[in-house]
């Protein structure tokens, strides 16, 4: 990727859409670095491995300092690496950080040499625990005319990236890292990390949406559609069983039966895939989500709604302007208001949670009366971006709860236009109430469970202020308090006729 598109372009601000996916391939860049007083030196020893891949990958590098220069020849790979072959750059730089404004960016091109196969690009990092090293990245398919990052992020690891055969136009991929000082008052520390590439010929893609492409994969979308119609035959030019279905309102209940009774290999393969201990799961940007509800919109459309399959999904993720999910000591949840207000607290039409903490943007209250209100832009750098944000290409497949019947008596002019949402205490359902699979959507214990509390969007009957959440045991829900914070999992409608319909032409 050239120099000067970085630097136009500002990509370096995080933009967390998507979390970590199954890392299939073999690589590795050792990276090491270290501080002394004022002046941090860093090295990065560049190794890669690939099996099956045809590839030209081109390196550099630069500076704060000003410096900026190859990271030697080209690495050619043939393809005929069947358990891996390792190659490095010759040129290893070593970087001063002197100052809070020194950096390094370090420029990867990718190029696919293989007219009709693929292959699947993951980045890891570890090590920069305590460091004060921040580490960035940008991801973007080349033209012939632009180079526009279309994913970017500030997690230790980059979902994986599915680089497409030359003759499709896009086996051109450009990676940024860069490295810079979290703390401009204080030195590097202990700061030790190995970096890994993995690149592989074998991989197939498994996530329905490229991030980098902004579209979605054909042969995912039909095993999903073969998934939770239970019928091998479906896909996007044959959707009958779907419709069929759509027209039923079918429930999580009768998907998963559906699934399991085709034997259909699409089930969580670390659960059991009988009854209320099983799940669907499929990848869509990076996140890992659950079918809960296949039915019509308004305009005749068959939606498949999807539930964040896990709150942990989010870990180190960004919300708000400068947030982070937080997982482990339950640090920093997701606020339901920036402040506590009486009869409005918990309005979720006009909460914190739905417009910030989402992504939806719009305006949130912060007191008793109408003129107590903030609002919110959407932000690139949210865990939610790719929801929420048009430019990036999935929305267009989105239907929002104002075009939903089952939604519309609910959905207040506050989330109705929403394109994610947190779901209701009635769509979920309690097993203390529902014995079985319980609410509207007949989820399973499997889906329903979480390692956090969750909000839900529903308000406690009987008192002012609070909402139900989700337990920690399956099928459990409870009031809380809309001063205390919890996790998040929200859901989404996603149009299979028009996806389908757009796939198939």
Not at 138 to 150: E, G, I, L, Q, V
Not at 186 to 197: I, M, R, T, Y
Not at 261 to 275: D, F, L, M, R, T
Not at 382 to 404: D, H, Q, R, W
Request: negative net charge; glycine residues 8%.
């Amino acid at each position: 990727m050239a120099t000067k598109e970085f630097g136009k372009k500002k990509i370096w601000k995080t933009l967390s859409l998507f979390a970590l996916m199954v890392l299939t391939i073999a690589a590795s860049v050792g990276v090491t670095w270290a501080a002394i007083n004022a002046n941090v030196k860093t090295s990065f020893n560049v190794r890669y491995t690939a099996r099956n891949v045809h590839a030209i990958i081109s390196g550099s590098y630069i500076t704060g300092s000003g410096v900026s220069e190859s990271l030697g020849d080209d690495l050619t790979f043939s393809g005929n690496e069947a358990t891996g072959s390792e190659q490095k750059f010759t040129n290893e730089p070593s970087i001063v950080f002197k100052d809070y404004k020194d950096y390094a960016e370090f420029h990867y091109t990718i190029q696919n040499t293989s007219e009709s196969n693929g292959f699947a690009v993951t980045i890891n990092l570890t090590g920069l625990e305590n460091s004060n090293l921040e580490i960035s990245y940008a991801a973007a398919y080349r033209t012939s005319t632009a180079t526009d990052a279309k994913y970017d992020c500030n997690r230790a690891s980059l979902s994986t990236m599915y680089v497409k055969p030359q003759s499709t136009g896009q086996g051109v991929l450009d990676i940024g890292i860069k490295l810079s000082l979290l703390d401009p008052t204080k030195d590097v520390k202990n700061a030790q990390g190995e970096c890994s590439f993995f690149l592989d010929g074998l991989a197939e893609p498994t996530d329905m949406f490229n991030i980098i492409s902004g579209e979605f994969e054909e042969d995912p979308v039909n095993t999903v559609l073969q998934t939770i119609s239970g019928d091998s035959t479906t896909s996007v030019t044959n959707m009958s069983a779907i419709d069929t279905l759509a027209d039923a309102n079918t429930t999580s209940e009768q998907l998963i039966a559906k699934a399991n009774a085709a034997s259909i290999n699409s089930i969580n393969p670390g659960v059991s895939a009988k009854g209320l201990n099983s799940e669907i799961i499929i990848e869509i940007g990076g996140f890992k989500w659950t079918p809960t509800y296949l039915s019509r919109d308004t305009e005749g459309n068959a939606i498949l709604t999807l539930w964040l399959a896990d709150s942990s999904e989010l870990e180190g993720l960004k919300y708000d302007l400068d947030q982070t999910f937080d997982y482990h000591g339950r640090a920093n949840f997701a606020n339901w208001q920036t402040e506590i207000s009486s009869h409005r607290a918990d309005d979720y039409g006009i909460s914190y949670l739905r417009c910030a903490v989402l992504n939806n943007g719009g305006s949130y209250a912060t007191g008793n009366y109408d003129n107590y209100v903030a609002t919110f832009e959407k932000q690139s750098s949210s865990a939610f971006a790719l929801l929420t944000m048009e430019s990036l290409g999935l929305t267009k497949y989105i239907v929002t709860p104002e075009n939903v019947s089952w939604q519309q008596n609910d959905a207040s002019d506050g989330w109705k236009k929403d394109t994610i949402w947190i779901p209701s205490y009635q769509e979920v359902g309690n097993s203390t109430v529902d014995k079985g699979y319980p609410g509207m959507w007949k989820v399973s214990g499997e889906q329903y469970k979480s390692p956090d509390y969750c909000w839900t969007r529903t308000s406690y009957t009987g008192t002012t202020g609070a909402v139900y959440i989700l337990g920690l045991n399956p099928m459990a829900a409870y009031p809380s308090g809309v001063n205390h914070a919890n996790a998040v999992r929200p859901a989404f409608h996603l149009n299979l006729t028009k996806l389908a319909a757009d796939l198939a032409a």
